[in-house]
């Protein structure tokens, strides 16, 4: 089984400035590793995702994330944020077995301050 | 377009009533699931299905109920049973279940009165 820790619940920024969302997982298989964003009162969508290849995964909205398997993190990144980012972020895991299904993180809440 | 839809946005429950929710996609999907989210908690899986005709219980089956007649719907219904359904419901599709990206609807939000 695996399972997904998202260690900030809630990180605020300021318009153009970095940010990071942190995202550590548990799996004793081989994993892919998705992030989703959740705008208010709407369903979710991908970000990315990490199947294999190479680490360093490219999304859509400037997003990107890269793969640490010694680590077992997966932290999205985004290097200047918008206002519109403002949202609620999802790190997902599921094992590389035919039987595991997918386990959703707890979310990290991010506001962009203007 | 291709997509996920789910009704109603918004819905009522009145005390020992069951409800149902509907969740229709038109992407070929042979995979559906059933979401609850709570504030602060993130997604927990409910009912998935793999194929018509077959499901089986997530995390959180106790007090839902679930069909899959067609392959483009699978309803949800609340039952009384179910003594904590306020939450916001998402329903998502994918081609299979495994390592494949699912695409979600934009939700029903359950109130009880």
């Known amino acids: 089984a695996q399972s997904v820790t998202q260690l900030d619940s809630q990180v605020p920024v300021f318009e153009e400035a970095p940010v990071e969302l942190r995202c550590n997982y548990s799996?004793?298989?081989?994993?892919?590793l998705f992030w989703y964003v959740q705008y208010p009162n709407q369903g979710l969508q991908l970000l990315l995702k990490?199947?294999?290849?190479?680490?360093l995964v490219k999304g859509i909205n400037g997003f990107e994330a890269e793969f640490n398997k010694s680590q077992t993190s997966f932290h999205l990144r985004k290097p200047s944020v918008h206002i519109s980012d403002t949202a609620e972020y999802f790190c997902?895991?599921?094992?590389?077995?035919?039987?595991?299904?997918?386990?959703f993180g707890p979310g990290t809440s991010l506001s962009v301050i203007p | 377009d291709g997509g996920i839809t789910q009704s109603p946005k918004y819905l009522f429950r009145k005390e020992g009533q069951n409800v149902t929710l509907s969740c229709e996609q038109n992407l070929n999907h042979d995979a559906m699931y059933w979401y609850r989210q709570d504030p602060g908690q993130g997604l927990r899986l409910i009912y998935y299905s793999q194929i018509v005709n077959d499901f089986q219980k997530g995390d959180i089956a106790e007090g839902y109920s679930v069909s899959r007649e067609k392959k483009e719907s699978f309803p949800l219904t609340v039952t009384s049973a179910q003594k904590n359904p306020t939450a916001f419901y998402l329903c998502?599709?994918?081609?299979?279940?495994?390592?494949?990206?699912?695409?979600f609807g934009p939700g029903t939000r359950l109130l009880v009165l």
């Open positions: 990490y199947l294999s290849g190479s680490t």
């Open positions: 799996s004793s298989v081989s994993v892919y």
């Open positions: 998502a599709s994918s081609t299979r279940v495994s390592a494949e990206t699912q695409y």
């Open positions: 997902a895991v599921i094992g590389k077995t035919s039987y595991d299904k997918v386990i």
